[in-house]
């Protein structure tokens, strides 16, 4: 059978420790993906699962007295739990100790070994556990592991290798050809960049400590975690066991991942090995942005991690929506809050502001009073608007346009735009039509035209959402009076004209989203902030103070000054001081807003070295958050940059 379906992937997920929101990220946006496939009618297939057979898992079980394989088989059920609770469709679920998977690798192995693509040869080098990572003497920084900065191993061991050198410029030539197969397309530099600077053949097989898959015929050695974990993308599907499973669905048509593991495995090492066995490569690979808290990754081995389920436990509780309600917030919140792509800050204030703005007084509010005005006006019953003509059908159909070619781009943030721009059109269109006014007039058949509009609006939010907030979708379909057909609903019914049953009785309405109240709840997770008069001194840029009010230096050294490079930036709408300028601190990339519109233009600023503040708290400026702020000199009211003298300093090098 030919490619028939739409095939999507997270990555496997280390079982060393609970999901976090970070791994939930990834999986809440492919299952957005998958959800919005099938609500345009495709066949979909979405794969998810759990990798087992790393050291760090086999460490991890140590510390809790356990062994390796009860442990995995804790966690990979701790796994599904979570995707559970958190609405997640998959499916597929792949575990790497499952015979299905092993047997598959060892397969490869042994073509690869048999056709010359992997050999033997002895290793010496450094290995980052936390990591899974070989590094040469050069890549390390200050001795230690480039990618964590935790101490790095030397191994020394005769090992298997595979000939990744080889494939430097099939690599090349196909990523040169397939404009669209690295997103987003900055990253796709850094991949190229890799690639150009020399690929080294990897060392796949480590000793055998007990753990692991074993090497076919040599089994004193496994086979190097990675090298294992890659294969589950194809191992899953049926190959080398179900020919016809495998060809409907390779090759993926998008491979989702962070940024972590994007240049060296997803783009470079797993399309080599791909290449090796004469597979078709996968469409897209894709390499989102991290999310930060306060500044510092989030990560299970840091132990900052937010539990997404907490998340929404703390927000159903203290607001009083439904839990599955809440965890759609927190599904919304990721979605919408940061472009995908781009790195995001994470903050209990931004959450609470878009649950209580978008979700409570836009969406919520538009259902609700509605819904309210057909109680009182027509018994909560679905009327008759044969004499109304100017409802909002061509504002619906241009959102759903707008919105599709977004999510078709990944652009998950500027879809949600549209559709909550249907969202506010419909809460303005009852303003401006005024029912009430209506009703006291006598204009029956107006009004129920204007109400008829308004509900059309929220059902047509309702189908274009359920990607993303799934529960929230059949909870307004059950308000509408429409749960039973809504599960069939595709994306094209958005646009059905009259799409209520006349007759058709309502229910509720019952608030989906209950304002969280004045009262601010302590934030959580806690953050450690900067003073607030260490912030508020440098925001206000002050003259020298009397010698009173000096700092100490205790409180300067609690400001992080690092040097970032731009990488992008604009002007901001209607702010003719301001740019949005992107900024990279190696690691990381950012979003932060400078008041230097002035004096530079956006193009002078790509491509330099600046000194910001890193962890100056968010601020939302003219709808952008800013995450940081640059340092500038003035004179006249004109912005004079503080740039590194030399331009080689690496982004992200601390300023003392
Ligand atoms: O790397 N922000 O597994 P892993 C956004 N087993 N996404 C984040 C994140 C954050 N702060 N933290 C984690 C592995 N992620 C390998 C993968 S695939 C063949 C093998 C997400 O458990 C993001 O998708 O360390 C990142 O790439 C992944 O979790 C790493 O998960």
Known sequence: MPKSAYYITTPIYYVNDVPHIGNAYTTIIADAVARYHRLKGENTFFLTGTDENAIKVAAAAKDRGMEPKAFADQLAEQFREVWKTLDIQYDGFIRTTEPRHIKVVEAIFSRLLEQGDIYKGNYEGWYCVPCETFFAEGELECGKCSSCGREVEWVAEENYYFRLSAFSERLLAHIEANPGFLQPEFRKNEVVNFIKQGLRDVSITRKN?????????????????????????????????????????????????????????????????????????????????????????????????????????????????????????????????????????????????????????????????????LNKYFDGVIPDPKHFSGGLA?????????????????????????????????????NDMKPWDLEKEGKTDELAGVLYSALEVARAAAIMVSPFMPATAMEIARQLGIKDQFASLKWANVNDEKPFAVGTKTQGPDPIFPRLGSKKKEDKPKVEQIPEEVS?????????????????????????????????????????????????????????????????????????????????????????????????????????????????????????
């Open 209 to 373: 400590q007990g753990w692991g898959i074993p090497v076919p015929g040599d089994p004193g050695k496994v086979i190097y975690v990675w090298f294992d974990a890659l294969i589950n993308y194809i191992s899953a599907i049926g190959y080398l066991a179900d020919d016809e499973k495998f060809n409907s669905l390779w090759p993926a048509d998008l491979q989702l991942m962070g940024k972590d593991i994007f240049v060296r495995f997803h783009c470079t090492f797993w399309p080599a090995m791909l290449m090796g066995l004469g597979l078709e490569l996968p469409k897209v690979f894709f390499g989102h942005g991290f999310w930060t808290l306060d500044g510092e990754k989030i990560s299970k081995s840091k132990g900052n991690a937010i539990s997404p389920a907490e998340l929404a436990g703390d927000l159903a509780e203290e607001s009083g929506a439904r839990l599955d309600i809440a965890l759609d917030a927190v599904r919304y919140f990721v979605a919408r809050e940061v472009s995908f792509g781009l790195d995001g800050d994470f903050s209990m204030k931004s959450f609470r502001n878009r649950f209580n703005s978008d979700l409570a007084n836009d969406l919520g509010n538009l259902l609700n009073r509605t819904l309210s005005m």
């Open 394 to 430: 061509p504002v619906i159909a241009g959102a759903s346009n707008t919105a599709a070619e977004a999510f078709d781009k990944l652009e998950f943030t500027k879809g949600l735009e549209a559709i909550w721009s249907i969202i506010s059109a419909g809460n303005k269109f009852v």
């Open 536 to 656: 508020k001194a440098v925001e206000a840029q002050e003259a020298p103070k009397p010698a009173d009010e000096l700092i100490s230096y205790d409180y300067f050294s609690k400001m992080k000054l690092k040097v970032a490079e731009v990488i992008a930036a604009e002007r901001i709408e209607k702010a003719d001081k301001l740019l949005k300028l992107k900024i990279s601190l190696g690691d990381e990339e950012r979003e932060i807003v400078a008041g230097v519109a002035e004096s530079y233009a956006p193009e002078e600023l790509v491509g330099r070295k600046i000194v910001i503040i890193a962890n100056l708290q968010p601020a939302k400026i003219r709808g952008v958050i800013s995450n940081g702020m640059l340092l500038a000199a003035e004179i006249d009211g004109k912005a004079i940059l503080l740039q590194p003298e030399n331009s080689d300093v690496p982004a992200g090098t601390k300023v003392k």
